[in-house]
């Protein structure tokens, strides 16, 4: 009469081991076949336990059966099966206990629970492989499919530019255009349709590139973001994904069969598939953020390219006032007047020669003191910051602007006896630096912008952009048009002592 | 020169090996000891299902053995808390491992490298 209720320790077991780790498609489905065999072992487990019950609902019923009893493993004999309301139950690691048929009931009924439990979790897991397969396969489709793929290139620039367009839209925190950006210049990698034409059907190629462009993606998302925030690298390009996975709603409705499931999935896929997931929704998606950024949109090839819109800024003239460009201008052509002996704009940059230079060069002016600036890539916008140039960066602007901080922010006294000495120097020097220091400051500045002017240098303006080190505070991101004209109406104006000095000298 | 490093290194991916042995060891016997601790679980939760009257036994060997209710429960609540630690100290010990194996990787990559290196200084002077 010792009836005994079976325990399925296995299956749970193996239920701890069914992992949900990501894996590429190419073990999808082999993995995909782990919790399917356990999905089907809980199904069996289920039935057992169904049968089970049938099976103590009716024992009671009689108080004795007429049953072979099973002789070894070849024989039968007859036999009675009395104590029907008796069970024993395993309940697991050893332990047995005795109860009536209606407490088995109650005992199968909790074991059929977890059970039910864990089909459940593991009909998750199957989803997820699924919609993870479906996405890999819709992938591939769509690659292949180079109707739809929107090849977006991105003529590679220099870092300033881009860094400027970035810091500009990132002022904004998660602001679109930051968004595209990464998002293109993943694409700019990617968007080689023929590499993915020419890939093998085979899903592990497929994802091997997927995670070496999520790689890369990650790489620029670093490199795009140092400028713009301290955030962690990682911090940034979760938010940015989630942003990503936010549009991929959008894009996942226009363009992609798969279901809602999708969502779940992005949670748990790597940026890259994210990516390329979107490939035929970017149109839609980038047609808003193109704005600033000078794309071609809706064609084949989207060509992106950062652009450095000049803006007008407010300047900070260490009084805690603000003029504006055209003011500016005014004063500029008041100083010019005043100060310009020659009427020539030298074009000097500061020389900068040694990383310590730059710290030098781009330093803050705050409240007509110099505070050294965080960053030389972090724009400061409320200084005297050109960190968004204006399209019609005349010299005068920035010189004036140089102008209004020097004549507020230093002290012309030491200036003039921390730079005489140089000015001697560079007197000497000659005319044959001033070429050079052009040529490497627009090196140095070429990134900004397009164009780079080289003026004539003067000779008796021969005082060097160095003589702004120990106190100016220049703007760096500038084209370097303007950035010569500035300088050279820096010193122009800094050294309007020494010129004269100087003039009166070789007079 | 290139002989004594790749030496070296055949020692340290050995040692390195070993160390993966010693992780999976652990990570199975984790496997294990939460395999028992669903279990037991399971037990007390179905202890709690029954009353007084039932009788509960245990299997020591091929013998059922009367328990006393209170007493399994007892006894099945110690079981799980030890579970429990054993869980703990083979998850410190998986960690323990994992970052012996993580050095000892750096070790290989340096050596590697060396390896590399020397190999190159070979091939340029021969």
Redesign the interface.
Known sequence: YFHDAGFHPKIKYRLNLSSLAPLGPDRCSREFAKPREVNAECQWVENDYEALQERLNTLPDKLSYDIMVPFGPLAFMPGKLVHTNEVTVLLGDNWFSRCSAKQAMGLVEHRKKHVRKALEDLQKVMKNFESRIEFTEDLQKMSDAAGDIVDIREEAENDGTETKGKRRTAHKPHSKPKVSDVFEVHFQENGMDTKFKGYSQSEEELWARLEELERREEMLGEFDRTPDTIEANGEDTTSSEEEKEDKTDLNVVHGVEDSATQDNVQKEVTNSELFSGQVNGRSHYHSDDEDDLGVDHFVPTIFFSHTVEPKRVRINTGKNTTLKFSEKKEEAKRKRKNNNGNGHLVPELPNIKTPADIYRVFVDVVNGEYVPRKSILKSRSRENSVCSDTSESSAAEFEDRRGVLRSISYDEATYSDNSEGILEEEEEEGQEHLPKKLSTLSGTFEAFSGTVIEKEPLSPLIPHPSIAHPVLPTIPERKSEEVLSEASEETTKRISKFKAARMQQTN | MADLIQKKLQGELEKYQQLQKDLSKSMAAR??L???L???N??K???G??DAT???????GPV?VKQDMDE?KAT?SK?LDYIAGEIRRYELQMQESEKKAEQQREVLARLQQEYQRAQGKGVAKA
């Open positions: 496997q294990k939460e395999a028992q669903t279990e037991n399971i037990v939760e179905e202890l299902l029954l039932n009788t509960v036994y245990k299997l020591i059922l399994a099945v079981r």
